[in-house]
């Protein structure tokens, strides 16, 4: 052991970089030497020490040129970025073992350096041993340098090499030269110490990256700033950024990593209550190390109370949270991660909403309001989290509910007010809460009469508890023009300056908030001392500015000041046109000749108008004969409607747009506002079905707009379900025959809807009930089959409901869906120590030896053959079997797919070309196959399958007798005992040509595949699953060949 050292015995005489050299002989016979640099660094209070190790070099003539002479740092030449006759200087990065080998003269020396910031020492282990002093050639090198430049290695110096032309050396400085002052994933922020700020500079930028064993230059560039941007640089890319100031002898470089880019389509694949599985994509530019995912717990009101981060570096781009507690709400952050060295880089965070928009409450307002109340509607991103809601009024609670609205009565009128909504989960877990101011209307005044004593009119406010309450009127002369308009805050208006004799008519309203209106009091008087008639009708508007129109054209025009929504259905237009049409008629009904109305068509005219043409005939004459425009509008004018004003050969409706008066009306969700002349009507927009006439209770908003034609209500003491004719028509057509369960009690039928309302008492119509610890199943299916001609045929269509009741009580059905589908290929825990996996293959024919690996199209007359298999992974589970329990095929590799085709249910065929090929749960294979088919859409065909997993003390047989149609499920406690997973294969095409044998024909008894729509309430839970049925598929194919 040998110990060279500079000493002081006066630590006060110390300089900041004192630093002792320890060497050790570690082996004699291969002069190994380790060098432990230890550089002392005193501390004072309130400085941080930003110590900085650079690797520095020099040449003359070309050293690093001639042959055999090369630098190598990590692998990668450092030839390109030598300056002759510059100091070259590259930082480190610390906490690494950096490799250095210096080619020369035939000889390779090699040594590896480790900087230690956080103990102030540099590790230095190789054969040659380096020198602390420089030899009169380096120091001749070093004197080059201007006094303003920064030597970066010039506390601590050792030099690995020296010669007369070339010296290569390590140090460290607290004054590096070069900063990275920030970063993104396309752009580098670097600055430099200016060596004189009183000189214009012109500095030199260069970058460079690493390539094929060396640094090529990336870019060059010039400023005359002490900072600069570097742009157009690749996302998680090594780069050298090096400066260079003019007519200096320094080539400062350091090493950097640009941020990596976010990742690409992250999102939720599948979720349940207990579980969450995210995948997502690399970068754009497929560069990354790994990845970072935080999740977020949320408490009700959206606050992060805890958070997890975890590096994930498999490249399976999947992430399953599992063992979630109930009524856990979550949200996720995914950043791409790019090392090198100690150096990181982060993408920005992207993120997912995981499960905490599911119990959100969306669009809460005020829907309708009145002098005692106000009602509030919402939505809720997923009522299966929901128990029930609570509403707040003024802070108080007001009550709970199941459904997504709320009245609150018993108010003062013209006050404001705050409420609040809260959903709970569970007993009383609060997962979203949401406030909205509220207001109740005027009553109106009442009372008004005129004193002809005074010349004045009183009346009667609707409360005297009211505060800012105005009171608006308007006064004109009966079928004259109006005289006086103004706002007061008094309950009684002088009139001094009446004339005798004279009728005037008094509008008068009572304003609240300066927003809400009461209905107008009308008050009819004469300046005599007598009043009359007082009578209540709606307000009177001002006319619309004049439009310019086209009125040469032959036919009336009406003009309305507003627009027709785009998205207008047909049958909705044809309504208008009765409306229009029955105005136009009416307001020609004392014409001196009798008239027949035919509406033209609308058109869209300066915005927001429309233009209603028309054409009007002699309706006592068989030929049609147009009538004279110009007697008609005489005869219109002359009626003094108030609404209508005739113009230049037009006629204008005066009256206000309703529909955009949305602090007097509202129309439900899913639903459209349409003005019709005087008033307004709320439909249901494209796509939606209006139920209000069959719903319980009595919707105070109309239409009730539900989607996609079907709708079900769990009532306390009923059910109700139902399909709307419009569904049935958009799929088939003909005539249909409805039959609910076994057909005791009737299906009613309206204009547009198929429906049933019946008893929760299954014995009645024949529900079918299933009852376990917790809750009652009761099922209803509507059979709706298809007629054509005096033909029945046997291509049905089920519709089954499920309402499943807690066995302590109800609560209201809604739509949603918390079933757990995983992908194609699954590893179940089947326990502590072991993973067992299954798959769903699809093979080519009966020997199950060729699979199917790619898309592939077959026809109808092709034979489909799937084996399920539990891979036990080399483990000892051979006591293990499988059973498949359902299967069914999608249009989409999603199994959730709204649209299905069953195949398997409850172990027992729901097809009757289903085969088994094995014996279903008897081993760790089961096998079938099935006839080839096509569903509606005509896309990929996906297949999926539900598998359990039987343990050796459980029963996976399951025999499938003549009862199994209406006994279709599994106890829930039977089934919960068991793993299970889904497992996927596909896609196939359908070959629709035809071949010489035709597809298979249904047999005459019915195969019952079916559309399963079903409504589970469950602590506020409801699951909707909808499954198409093969049989009617194949009929609706046929129809459109």
Same mark, same amino acid.
């Given at each position: 052991?040998?110990?060279?050292?500079?000493?002081?015995?006066?630590?006060?005489?110390?300089?900041?970089?004192?630093?002792?050299?320890?060497?050790?002989?570690?082996?004699?016979?291969?002069?190994?030497?380790? /060098?432990?640099?230890?550089?002392?660094?005193?501390?004072?209070?309130?400085?941080?020490?930003?110590?900085?190790?650079? $690797?520095?070099?020099?040449?003359?003539?070309?050293?690093?040129?001639?042959?055999?002479?090369?630098?190598?740092?990590?692998?990668?030449?450092?030839?390109?970025?030598?300056?002759?006759?510059?100091?070259?200087?590259?930082?480190?990065?610390?906490?690494?073992?950096?490799?250095?080998?210096?080619?020369?003269?035939?000889?390779?020396?090699?040594?590896? *350096?480790?900087?230690?910031?956080?103990?102030?020492?540099?590790?230095? %282990?190789?054969?040659?041993?380096?020198?602390?002093?420089?030899?009169?050639?380096?120091?001749?090198?070093?004197?080059? =340098?201007?006094?303003?430049?920064?030597?970066?290695?010039?506390?601590?110096?050792?030099?690995?090499?020296?010669?007369?032309?070339?010296?290569?050396?390590?140090?460290?400085?607290?004054?590096?030269?070069?900063?990275?002052?920030?970063?993104?994933?396309?752009?580098?922020?670097?600055?430099?110490?200016?060596?004189?700020?009183?000189?214009?500079?012109?500095?030199?930028?260069?970058?460079?990256?690493?390539?094929?064993?060396?640094? +090529?230059?990336?870019?060059?560039?010039?400023?005359?700033?002490?900072?600069?941007?570097?742009?157009?640089?690749?996302?998680?890319?090594?780069?050298?950024?090096?400066?260079?100031?003019?007519?200096?002898?320094?080539?400062?470089?350091?090493?950097?990593? %640009?941020?990596?880019?976010?990742?690409?389509?992250?999102?939720?694949?599948?979720?349940?209550?207990?579980?969450?599985?995210?995948?997502?994509?690399?970068?754009?530019?497929?560069?990354?190390?790994?990845?970072?995912?935080?999740?977020?717990?949320? +408490?009700?009101?959206?606050?992060?109370?805890?958070?997890?981060?975890?590096?994930?570096?498999?490249?399976?781009?999947?992430?399953? =949270?599992?063992?979630?507690?109930?009524?856990?709400?979550?949200?996720?952050?995914?950043?791409?991660?790019?090392?090198?060295?100690?150096?990181?880089?982060?993408?920005?965070?992207? =993120?997912?909403?995981?499960?905490?928009?599911?119990?959100?409450?969306?669009?809460?307002?005020?829907?309708?309001?009145?002098?005692?109340?106000?009602?509030?509607?919402?939505?809720?991103?997923?009522?299966?989290?929901?128990?029930?809601?609570?509403?707040?009024?003024?802070?108080?609670?007001?009550?709970?509910?199941?459904?997504?609205?709320?009245?609150?009565?018993? $108010?003062?009128?013209?006050?404001?007010?705050?409420?609040?909504?809260?959903?709970?989960?569970?007993?009383?877990?609060?997962?979203?809460?949401?406030?909205?101011?509220?207001?109740?209307?005027?009553?109106?005044?009442?009372?008004?009469?005129?004193?002809?004593?005074?010349?004045?009119?009183?009346?009667?406010?609707?409360?005297?508890?009211?505060?800012?309450?105005?009171?608006?009127?308007?006064?004109?002369?009966?079928?004259?023009?109006?005289?006086?308009?103004?706002?007061?805050?008094?309950?009684?208006?002088? $009139?001094?300056?009446?004339?005798?004799?004279?009728?005037?008519?008094?509008?008068?309203?009572?304003?609240?908030?300066?927003?809400?209106?009461?209905?107008?009091?009308?008050?009819?008087?004469?300046?005599? +001392?007598?009043?009359?008639?007082?009578?209540?009708?709606?307000?009177?508007?001002?006319? !619309?500015?004049? /439009? &310019?129109?086209?009125?040469?054209?032959?036919?009336?025009?009406?003009?309305?000041?507003? %627009?027709?929504?785009?998205?207008?259905?047909?049958?909705?237009?044809?309504?208008?046109?009765?409306?229009?049409?029955?105005?136009?008629?009416?307001?020609?009904?004392?014409?001196?000749?009798?008239?027949?109305?035919?509406?033209?068509?609308?058109?869209?005219?300066?915005?927001?108008?429309?233009?209603?043409?028309?054409?009007?005939?002699?309706?006592?004459?068989?030929?049609?004969?147009?009538?004279?425009?110009?007697?008609?509008?005489?005869?219109?004018?002359?009626?003094?409607?108030?609404?209508?004003?005739?113009?230049?050969?037009? *006629?204008?409706?005066?009256?206000?747009?309703?529909?955009?008066?949305?602090?007097?009306?509202?129309?439900?969700?899913?639903?459209?506002?349409?003005? %019709?002349?005087?008033?307004?009507?709320?439909?249901?927009?494209?796509?939606?079905?209006?139920?209000?006439?069959?719903?319980?209770?009595?919707?105070?908003?109309?239409?009730?707009?539900?989607?996609?034609?079907?709708?079900?209500?769990?009532?306390?003491?009923?059910?109700?379900?139902?399909?709307?004719?419009?569904?049935?028509?958009?799929?088939?057509?003909?005539?249909?025959?409805?039959?609910?369960?076994?057909?005791?009690?009737?299906?009613?039928?309206?204009?547009?809807?198929?429906?049933?309302?019946?008893?929760?008492?299954?014995?009645?119509?024949?529900?079918?009930?299933?009852?376990?610890?917790?809750?009652?199943?009761?099922?209803?299916?509507?059979?709706?089959?298809?007629?054509?001609?005096?033909?029945?045929?046997?291509?049905?269509?089920?519709?089954?409901?499920?309402?499943?009741?807690?066995?302590?009580?109800?609560?209201?059905?809604?739509?949603?869906?918390?079933?757990?589908?995983?992908?194609?290929?699954?590893?179940?825990?089947?326990?502590?120590?072991?993973?067992?996996?299954?798959?769903?293959?699809?093979?080519?024919?009966?020997?199950?030896?060729?699979?199917?690996?790619?898309?592939?199209?077959?026809?109808?007359?092709?034979?489909?053959?799937?084996?399920?298999?539990?891979?036990?992974?080399?483990?000892?589970?051979?006591?293990?079997?499988?059973?498949?329990?359902?299967?069914? &095929?999608?249009?989409?590799?999603?199994?959730?797919?709204?649209?299905?085709?069953?195949?398997?249910?409850?172990?027992?065929?729901? !097809?009757?070309?289903?085969?088994?090929?094995?014996?279903?749960?008897?081993?760790?294979?089961?096998?079938?196959?099935?006839?080839?088919?096509?569903?509606?859409?005509?896309?990929?065909?996906?297949?999926?399958?539900?598998?359990?997993?039987?343990?050796?003390?459980?029963?996976?047989?399951?025999?499938?007798?003549?009862?199994?149609?209406?006994?279709?499920?599994?106890?829930?406690?039977?089934?919960?005992?068991?793993?299970?997973?889904?497992?996927?294969?596909?896609?196939?095409?359908?070959?629709?040509?035809?071949?010489?044998?035709?597809?298979?024909?249904?047999?005459?008894?019915?195969?019952?595949?079916?559309?399963?729509?079903?409504?589970?309430?469950?602590?506020?839970?409801?699951?909707?699953?909808?499954?198409?049925?093969?049989?009617?598929?194949?009929?609706?194919?046929?129809?459109?060949?």
């Amino acid at each position: 052991m040998c110990l060279f050292h500079s000493y002081s015995p006066d630590l006060a005489t110390l300089g900041e970089d004192h630093w002792s050299l320890l060497c050790s002989l570690t082996d004699r016979n291969s002069l190994e030497y380790s /060098l432990v640099f230890l550089i002392l660094v005193p501390h004072s209070f309130g400085r941080c020490f930003d110590m900085s190790f650079s $690797l520095c070099w020099m040449g003359g003539n070309d050293a690093l040129q001639r042959q055999n002479t090369d630098l190598f740092f990590n692998g990668t030449s450092l030839k390109s970025i030598t300056k002759a006759g510059k100091v070259s200087s590259l930082k480190l990065f610390p906490l690494v073992e950096n490799k250095l080998t210096f080619q020369y003269g035939g000889f390779n020396l090699r040594w590896t *350096i480790t900087v230690s910031p956080r103990t102030k020492t540099v590790k230095i %282990t190789g054969r040659q041993k380096p020198s602390e002093h420089p030899t009169n050639a380096t120091k001749d090198f070093l004197a080059l =340098l201007n006094p303003a430049e920064v030597f970066v290695c010039e506390n601590g110096t050792t030099f690995f090499h020296q010669d007369e032309n070339f010296f290569l050396a390590i140090g460290h400085t607290l004054r590096f030269p070069l900063k990275l002052e920030g970063r993104s994933p396309t752009m580098f922020l670097v600055s430099w110490m200016e060596m004189d700020p009183n000189v214009l500079n012109i500095y030199s930028l260069t970058v460079y990256h690493r390539e094929l064993g060396s640094y +090529n230059v990336f870019t060059e560039e010039t400023t005359e700033r002490n900072h600069h941007r570097l742009s157009a640089l690749d996302p998680c890319s090594h780069y050298l950024v090096c400066v260079e100031t003019a007519d200096s002898h320094s080539f400062t470089c350091l090493s950097a990593i %640009t941020d990596p880019d976010v990742p690409k389509d992250f999102e939720v694949t599948t979720w349940n209550s207990s579980c969450i599985s995210l995948s997502w994509d690399c970068p754009v530019n497929m560069k990354y190390s790994l990845f970072l995912l935080t999740v977020f717990y949320l +408490n009700g009101t959206d606050h992060i109370w805890d958070e997890v981060s975890l590096w994930l570096r498999d490249d399976t781009f999947e992430f399953t =949270l599992s063992d979630l507690q109930p009524c856990s709400r979550v949200k996720f952050g995914l950043q791409t991660v790019c090392q090198a060295g100690l150096e990181t880089g982060y993408s920005k965070m992207v =993120l997912n909403e995981g499960n905490s928009g599911h119990s959100n409450i969306d669009t809460l307002l005020q829907t309708s309001f009145g002098p005692d109340n106000y009602t509030l509607s919402w939505e809720v991103g997923n009522i299966s989290f929901i128990s029930m809601f609570r509403v707040y009024h003024q802070g108080e609670l007001q009550g709970t509910t199941l459904l997504t609205s709320y009245t609150v009565g018993g $108010l003062l009128p013209c006050y404001k007010y705050q409420a609040k909504v809260e959903a709970l989960c569970g007993e009383n877990v609060l997962m979203n809460a949401k406030t909205v101011e509220a207001h109740t209307g005027s009553r109106g005044v009442s009372g008004l009469r005129y004193r002809s004593n005074d010349s004045t009119v009183v009346w009667t406010p609707s409360t005297l508890q009211q505060t800012d309450v105005a009171y608006i009127y308007k006064l004109s002369l009966e079928n004259g023009p109006v005289i006086q308009s103004s706002r007061l805050f008094d309950t009684k208006l002088p $009139l001094p300056l009446l004339e005798e004799g004279k009728s005037y008519v008094l509008d008068v309203w009572e304003e609240c908030g300066g927003r809400w209106e009461s209905e107008p009091s009308h008050l009819c008087f004469e300046r005599s +001392n007598s009043s009359f008639e007082i009578h209540v009708r709606a307000a009177e508007f001002t006319e !619309d500015p004049e /439009l &310019a129109l086209d009125y040469d054209r032959m036919g009336l025009v009406m003009v309305v000041p507003w %627009t027709l929504p785009k998205d207008l259905e047909e049958e909705l237009r044809i309504k208008l046109a009765q409306i229009f049409t029955k105005k136009m008629q009416e307001l020609l009904k004392d014409f001196a000749q009798p008239v027949q109305v035919e509406l033209e068509s609308f058109e869209a005219a300066d915005d927001p108008h429309t233009e209603i043409w028309f054409q009007s005939f002699d309706a006592s004459r068989p030929e049609k004969v147009l009538l004279p425009v110009s007697d008609q509008l005489h005869h219109i004018e002359s009626l003094n409607d108030p609404n209508i004003t005739v113009k230049n050969g037009v *006629i204008y409706w005066d009256a206000p747009d309703l529909c955009a008066s949305s602090e007097h009306h509202f129309c439900p969700p899913h639903s459209l506002c349409i003005n %019709t002349l005087g008033s307004f009507s709320c439909v249901c927009r494209q796509g939606y079905h209006d139920v209000s006439s069959v719903t319980l209770p009595a919707a105070a908003l109309r239409p009730v707009c539900k989607e996609g034609g079907f709708f079900s209500q769990c009532l306390e003491k009923s059910m109700i379900g139902g399909i709307t004719k419009a569904y049935l028509t958009s799929r088939a057509s003909g005539k249909v025959q409805v039959k609910l369960n076994d057909g005791r009690c009737s299906v009613n039928e309206t204009e547009k809807l198929f429906f049933f309302h019946i008893p929760r008492k299954s014995s009645q119509c024949g529900s079918e009930k299933q009852v376990n610890g917790t809750h009652i199943t009761l099922q209803n299916t509507l059979s709706i089959t298809l007629v054509k001609g005096q033909t029945i045929s046997r291509r049905d269509l089920k519709v089954v409901w499920k309402c499943v009741y807690p066995r302590y009580y109800v609560s209201n059905a809604r739509v949603a869906s918390d079933t757990l589908w995983l992908s194609s290929i699954n590893l179940v825990e089947f326990n502590s120590s072991l993973s067992l996996g299954l798959s769903l293959v699809l093979f080519r024919d009966s020997s199950f030896t060729r699979s199917y690996e790619e898309t592939v199209s077959l026809s109808f007359e092709d034979t489909l053959f799937f084996q399920v298999s539990l891979q036990t992974n080399s483990t000892f589970a051979s006591d293990v079997l499988l059973q498949v329990e359902s299967c069914w &095929a999608t249009e989409s590799p999603n199994p959730q797919d709204e649209v299905q085709a069953l195949l398997l249910l409850d172990s027992c065929p729901a !097809d009757d070309t289903f085969l088994w090929m094995s014996v279903n749960g008897h081993s760790q294979i089961s096998r079938f196959s099935i006839q080839m088919f096509s569903m509606p859409k005509r896309l990929h065909i996906y297949f999926h399958c539900l598998a359990n997993i039987c343990g050796p003390d459980e029963d996976c047989s399951k025999s499938c007798t003549s009862e199994v149609r209406s006994k279709r499920s599994v106890k829930t406690e039977a089934r919960n005992k068991k793993l299970a997973a889904v497992v996927s294969a596909g896609p196939l095409v359908v070959d629709m040509r035809v071949k010489s044998v035709q597809p298979s024909v249904w047999s005459e008894h019915m195969t019952a595949v079916f559309i399963v729509a079903s409504s589970i309430s469950l602590l506020g839970l409801t699951v909707l699953s909808l499954s198409a049925a093969k049989a009617i598929m194949t009929y609706f194919e046929q129809q459109q060949q």
